[in-house]
């Protein structure tokens, strides 16, 4: 997960820093930075929204840092 180093070090953050963020252990995102283990959906996208990228790009299924456009949620109200 080279780019996860790499977006961290470009806002000179510590790793210690999107630990806390993310609330986990800087071990414990020191292993996704190394690939030693899956980082999770939920603190992935929290990466990328952080990041204002896209999960696809933290990924590396992309070279476009640019975040995919957001979706509009539709809340329905239903009167009983």
Sequence with gaps: MERLRDMREDRDLYQADIAKL?????QTYSRYENDDISIDKDSLIKLAL???TSVDYLLE???ERKPYPRKKTIVA????
């Design 22 to 26: 993310l609330n986990i252990s800087q």
């Design 77 to 80: 109200f239903y009167c009983f």
């Design 50 to 52: 952080f990041y204002n």
């Design 61 to 63: 299924l992309t070279d």
